[in-house]
């Protein structure tokens, strides 16, 4: 199965990755999928300004895996991505949110499987916490976002794409390659996505409606949590737990959690294991019983039953 | 009279010029006009891109003379302006010079520094406005400098010719109120980057859709002082949503022409209908009231005329889609 790898910090050299996989040639900073892959195009966005984003628009003809993420500490992406599954429309699976915005942090890593006949469209915008901290002018405002930023990035919560996304998206797309302004189309559709997406964050900041208001402290505890829900055991870890271990309240723990990854705590737990799973099972050095065991699972059935409910694919079939 | 010459190619420097002329001192990149001179403010904004702007909104406690001598060292500034005039404001563009009296105008406005440009202005004359200076080095980074270079000589080359001033329209207003009103948030240097950014797009695509249609373009323009009337007419359009907008015979006589005429050249000229225009304007204008935070959805209706608020909801939804409730909900 063909893996498009989309975690790299240079979107010039991904694209190149690409091309060399698919065998295709670039031209103007994109390429055309060929047709026994997929149909629709990739493309990179080289701004000036040292902002870059990568669009890809892709009707897969075949089952893919997109792994996406960060590579480098400090980096950000700001990803809108839709995803629209044979058969279902994207619209009616509100709960299964397949179109929606996220901020991702270093950390982050996401492995996907895009069954055969579904439609991805992604922007994905890369930027450094300095270009950040430069134009939204946060060494005068850095109290109110320092501390909101890298918890948001790190639980990649999704929020909704709403209208006033589409629209900017749409016209991204509808900019001209030989248009002598597009630079400055470019330029100003990518800086109203981010301008977007912090003022939504900005509101949400100010006014958690019936949310807790987190301190520091919180934060820090929150932080450690997460950490340990990386580490994959036959019994995941409990809210009893945490709560003695990092002296904090049962139910402010649960809802803080809640609050910043959008997920409850054994959801992100599960939901980090199976991510784990995927990628292990990419890379092909292990049974799947095996990466049944690395990730917690003593029983295989288990294991194949959680893989399937995550991913919608049998994890025997990324074997082939 | 207050006269100040100036050469200068980076605001920062001009900025201490006139800092300099007029015995205060900058603070945080803004100069505050001092009382005998006016009141308000020049301020320099650095975008992240390079671009650099000078924002200023002041009221003329004395006659202003500003002249801008012309520089071998070639850059362009485009103005975005404002003014309400109080007598006479006469604008020298080169070798030519425009008088106008008594009037509000909202135009844009390309200068060249190979030229020489200066403004007069009466004492009580109110100024707001954002010029963005342009250097040739900026250009070649965003644009194809080429066909551009070809473009902006022939449009400076047509200098004071009725086009120059291109008029305000619906979202020039919008986004210069945007910058002119932002808020003090977290969001506001952005805020003023995008909108300013638009506003340089925009005056750019204009001047690229134009071009391209040169002959037939310049063949139908309206002559310069109907523009001008035009202007005026759409001053008294935008002045005071909170009464009706004015009579189509008082426009009529505003601008000097029939009320068919009007109509028909001030939608050559804005691309719609004059009331039209007044109710999107208006709508604009109740948009930014509501992003600002400032005022409940009710206190914003009756400051826009709308006595009901279901009215005023209606005829939100109408325009924008959305109730505004629900622009509010969105942040």
């Given at each position: 199965m063909i893996v498009f790898n989309l975690a790299l910090n240079n979107y010039q050299k991904l694209l190149q990755n690409i091309a060399r996989q698919v065998k295709v040639t670039l031209e103007n900073n994109s390429l055309i999928i060929?047709?026994?892959?997929?149909?629709?195009?990739?493309?990179?966005i080289q701004l000036p300004n040292g902002l870059q984003t990568l669009m890809m628009k892709i009707n897969f003809y075949q089952d893919v895996i997109i792994k996406s993420g960060n590579t480098s500490p400090g980096d950000y992406v700001l990803n809108f991505d839709e995803l629209e599954v044979s058969g279902q429309n994207s619209y009616s699976h509100e709960n299964s949110l397949?179109?929606?915005?996220?901020?991702?942090?270093?950390?982050?890593?996401?492995?996907?499987?895009?069954?055969?006949?579904?439609?991805?469209?992604?922007?994905?915008?890369?930027?450094?916490?300095?270009?950040?901290?430069?134009?939204?002018?946060?060494?005068?405002?850095?109290s109110e976002f320092e501390k909101y930023i890298p918890v948001k990035s790190e639980s990649a919560d999704k929020e909704k794409l709403n209208e006033e996304y589409r629209k900017i998206i749409k016209e991204l797309w509808l900019v001209n390659n030989n248009d002598p302004l597009q630079n400055i189309y470019n330029n100003n559709r990518i800086l109203l996505l981010v301008e977007q997406y912090f003022t939504k964050m900005h509101a949400e900041m100010l006014s958690p409606k019936g949310k807790y208001k987190l301190t520091k402290e919180d934060v820090e505890i929150l932080k450690k949590v997460e950490v340990k829900?990386?580490?994959?055991?036959?019994?995941?870890?409990?809210?009893?737990?945490?709560?003695?271990?990092?002296?904090?309240?049962?139910?402010?723990?649960?809802?803080?959690?809640?609050q910043v990854y959008g997920i409850s705590i054994y959801c992100y737990y599960q939901k980090q294991r199976m991510q784990k799973a995927h990628e292990i099972i990419s890379t092909q050095n292990f049974s799947v019983k095996e990466v049944g065991e690395k990730v917690g699972y003593t029983n295989l059935s288990n294991f194949i039953l959680a893989f399937k409910k995550h991913f919608n694919v049998d994890p025997k079939s990324l074997m082939e | 009279m207050f006269r100040i010459d100036y050469n200068h190619t980076d605001y920062n420097k001009l900025l201490l010029a006139f800092a300099d002329t007029m015995k205060v001192k900058v603070k945080k990149d803004t100069l505050v006009l001092p009382s005998d001179l006016g009141e308000g403010f020049f301020k320099n904004i650095k975008l992240s891109n390079g671009l650099e702007c000078l924002v200023s909104n002041y009221t003329l406690h004395t006659d202003l003379y500003l002249q801008r001598?012309?520089?071998?060292?070639?850059?362009?500034?485009?103005?975005?302006?404002?003014?309400?005039?109080?007598?006479?404001?006469?604008?020298?563009?080169?070798?030519d010079y425009i008088w106008e009296t008594k009037q509000?105008?909202?135009?844009?406005?390309?200068?060249?520094?190979?030229f020489d440009f200066a403004t007069s202005a009466t004492k009580g004359t109110v100024t707001r406005s954002i010029n963005v200076l342009i250097t040739r080095q900026w250009l070649s980074q965003y644009l194809d400098i080429n066909s551009l270079d070809d473009i902006l000589q022939k449009?400076?080359?047509?200098?004071t010719d009725s086009y120059n001033f291109a008029p305000f329209d619906i979202e020039y207003r919008a986004w210069f109120n945007e910058v002119m009103e932002v808020t003090d948030s977290a969001m506001k240097k952005s805020i003023i980057e995008n909108r300013i950014m638009l506003m340089v797009e925009k005056f750019l695509n204009n001047l690229y859709a134009k071009f391209h249609m040169a002959n037939a373009w310049i063949e139908n323009l309206l002559p310069h002082h109907e523009v001008k009337r035009l202007m005026e007419v759409e001053s008294y359009l935008v002045k005071d949503f909170s009464t009706p907008p004015p009579p189509i015979s008082f426009l009529s006589r505003v601008a000097a022409m029939s009320t068919t005429t009007l109509k028909n050249k001030f939608k050559k000229l804005y691309g719609i209908?004059?009331?039209e225009y007044f109710q999107k304007?208006?709508?604009?204008?109740?948009?930014?009231?509501?992003?600002?935070?400032?005022?409940?959805?009710?206190?914003?209706?009756?400051?826009?005329g709308y006595s009901n608020l279901s009215n005023f909801e209606a005829a939100f939804k109408k325009e924008f889609d959305r109730l505004p409730s629900q622009l509010i909900l969105q942040g």
């Open positions: 060929p047709p026994q892959i997929g149909e629709g195009i990739v493309k990179v397949n179109s929606f915005v996220r901020l991702t942090g270093a950390s982050f890593k996401h492995w996907e499987t895009v069954k055969k006949n579904s439609v991805v469209q992604y922007v994905k915008i890369l930027f450094s916490k300095e270009w950040l901290s430069n134009y939204i002018g946060l060494r005068e405002k850095m829900l990386n580490t994959f055991t036959a019994t995941p870890p409990s809210v009893e737990f945490f709560s003695k271990k990092y002296s904090i309240n049962k139910v402010r723990l649960t809802q803080a959690f809640k | 001598n012309s520089s071998d060292n070639e850059f362009y500034i485009l103005r975005f302006d404002e003014v309400s005039i109080s007598d006479t404001l006469m604008v020298k563009i080169d070798k509000d105008r909202a135009s844009v406005l390309l200068t060249s520094s190979l449009y400076l080359s047509l200098k209908n004059v009331y304007c208006r709508m604009q204008k109740a948009k930014a009231l509501l992003m600002s935070h400032k005022y409940t959805i009710k206190e914003i209706g009756s400051q826009l």
